[in-house]
T-cell receptor, first 114, second 115 residues
Framework: DQQVKQNSPSLSVQEGRISILNCDYT??????FLWYKKYPAEGPTFLIS?????DKNEDGRFTVFLNKSAKHLSLHIVPSQPGDSAVYFC?????????????FGKGTKLTVNP | DVKVTQSSRYLVKRTGEKVFLECVQD?????MFWYRQDPGLGLRLIYF???????EKGDIPEGYSVSREKKERFSLILESASTNQTSMYLC??????????????FGSGTRLTVV
C-alpha cells in the first residue's frame, strides 16, 4: 500500500511558466516532507523540505505548500527553466519514534520546453 | 559537504556472477541505505543499516545481501546476478538527528547491466 503517492508520472510545461508537482500521503504520522530532484545517471539531490507544523516554505524559485487536512503537498517552480527538467520525488519522514526510513513517491518527470 | 561515493558508475556483469557494489560516506552517518530505481517504480528500498554490523530488510531484499563492517562503508551484494537485477542502484546515508531537515544524501548511482 503506497503511503506517498505522486499520481502524475509526467508533466510538461513551457519555459517561464509555473510547474506544479503534486504529492498525496495517507499516513498522518509523518512530520517532515521533502522533495528531491534527480537527473538521469545521477543520484537524487535534496531540493526543499517542509515541517508538518508549517504550511509553506520558500527557497528562491521553489515553494512547497502543505495542506495537512487534505494530506496533500505540492511543489511550485516559478518561473520554470529548461534546467529544471528532471524527475522529482516526494518523500515523507515518520514522526519521532518511528523508522528513520523515508517513504518515497514514485516520482514525476518534469519536462520544461524552451 | 557530505559525500557519498559509489565505487562504480557503470557495471556490466554476466548472469550468475556474484556482484559487489560499494558505498562509502565521509560524514560519520549512522544510517545507510541501498535503493534501486526503475522506470515507473520509483525508489525501492533493498536494505538499510543503522549501525555497524546491523542491517534490516527493505521492501525488495530478495536476491541481495549487505555488509557493514565499518561505519563508513555499506556494501550491496548480488549473490547470483540475474537479468531482472539490471537497474540503477543508489546508496544513501543519513544522520540520526531529527533536527536535520534534508533527510538523505545520495551517491551518484551505479548503473548495473546484467547480460
Amino acid at each position: 500500500d503506497q503511503q506517498v503517492k505522486q499520481n502524475s508520472p509526467s508533466l510538461s510545461v513551457q519555459e517561464g511558466r509555473i510547474s506544479i508537482l503534486n504529492c498525496d500521503y495517507t499516513n498522518s504520522m509523518f512530520d517532515y516532507f521533502l522533495w528531491y530532484k534527480k537527473y538521469p545517471a545521477e543520484g537524487p539531490t535534496f531540493l526543499i523540505s517542509i515541517s508538518s507544523i508549517k504550511d509553506k516554505n520558500e527557497d528562491g524559485r521553489f515553494t512547497v505548500f502543505l495542506n495537512k487536512s487534505a494530506k496533500h503537498l505540492s511543489l511550485h517552480i516559478v518561473p520554470s527553466q529548461p534546467g529544471d527538467s528532471a524527475v522529482y520525488f516526494c518523500a515523507a519522514r515518520p514522526t519521532q519514534g518511528g523508522s528513520e526510513k523515508l517513504v518515497f513517491g514514485k516520482g514525476t518527470k518534469l519536462t520544461v520546453n524552451p | 559537504d557530505v559525500k557519498v561515493t559509489q565505487s562504480s558508475r557503470y557495471l556490466v556483469k554476466r548472469t550468475g556472477e556474484k556482484v559487489f557494489l560499494e558505498c562509502v560516506q565521509d560524514m560519520d552517518h549512522e544510517n545507510m541505505f541501498w535503493y534501486r530505481q526503475d522506470p515507473g517504480l520509483g525508489l525501492r528500498l533493498i536494505y538499510f543499516s543503522y549501525d555497524v554490523k546491523m542491517k534490516e530488510k527493505g521492501d525488495i531484499p530478495e536476491g541481495y545481501s549487505v555488509s557493514r563492517e565499518k561505519k563508513e562503508r555499506f556494501s550491496l551484494i548480488l549473490e547470483s546476478a540475474s537479468t531482472n537485477q539490471t537497474s540503477m542502484y543508489l546508496c544513501a546515508s543519513s544522520l540520526f538527528d531529527r533536527g536535520r531537515d534534508y533527510g538523505y544524501t545520495f551517491g551518484s548511482g551505479t548503473r548495473l547491466t546484467v547480460v
